[in-house]
């Protein structure tokens, strides 16, 4: 089993709804997560950060923390056109190597 | 500079030849990371940085890769001996680990590498 499972999609919704990207791991140790987006060609740029267990919402992203599933979340609202973009979830223990979901690629058509 | 810089943006090299690729951190940061993405893959781990620390290395995938950090900033990853398999792009993040709050990495724009 690997240590971060996430589906590669791709995805496809159209303008306006509500997309929720996951990840699931194995390694109960993990404090840190984060979700990255990434454009075509272009580096990883991050999204959301929550440390340990519990929800945060920034704008129309809100990245939700179970450890107790060890399990994942991130929910776009109102989704956009440019919200198209493959979505990374990372994660880590303090001081340790972030390990990275394989992406999921999404599409929002207008 | 505000962010990561890596260099070359692209470059391209023919089987057998050794390349270095560079990155510069974030100013302060005291975590370095290399990672790879291959086409169509998730990000896969080579090596880690943290301040004065040996480095962790458990991600090269074999003896023609290395790579060094001098004076606690800027990082060179040297592949010997390129392989066509070896075509990927290599990203560099730096992360400030001071505070839990500032926990967080952010990447340059990475080096295409192709080996033909």
């Known amino acids: 089993q690997k240590e971060v499972e996430q589906d590669p999609g791709p995805l496809s919704v159209p303008e306006g709804a509500i997309v929720s990207l996951n990840c699931t791991y194995s390694n109960s140790a993990f404090q840190y997560f984060m979700w990255y987006r990434q454009y075509s060609r272009k580096g990883p740029e991050l999204l959301m950060y929550?440390?340990?267990?519990g929800n945060k919402e920034d704008g129309r992203f809100t990245a939700q923390v179970d450890k107790s599933s060890k399990y994942i979340s991130l929910f776009i609202r109102d989704s956009q056109p440019s919200d198209s973009a493959t979505y990374l979830c990372a994660m880590s223990q303090a001081g340790t190597a972030l390990i990275f979901g394989k992406g999921t690629t999404l599409s929002v058509s207008s | 500079g505000a962010g990561v810089s890596q260099s070359p943006s692209n470059k391209v090299t023919e089987k057998g030849k050794d390349v270095e690729l560079r990155c510069d951190p974030i100013s302060g940061h005291t975590a370095l990371y290399w990672y790879r993405q291959s086409l169509g893959q998730g990000l896969e781990f080579l090596i880690y940085f943290q301040g004065n620390s040996a480095p962790d290395k458990s991600g090269l995938p074999s003896d023609r890769f290395s790579a060094e950090r001098t004076g606690g900033s800027v990082s060179t990853l040297t592949i010997q001996r390129t392989q066509q398999e070896d075509s990927a792009v290599y990203l560099c993040?730096?992360?400030?680990?001071?505070?839990?709050?500032?926990?967080?990495?952010?990447f340059g724009q990475g080096t295409r590498l192709t080996v033909v």
């Open positions: 929550t440390y340990s267990s």
């Open positions: 993040a730096s992360r400030s680990e001071v505070r839990r709050a500032n926990d967080q990495a952010f």
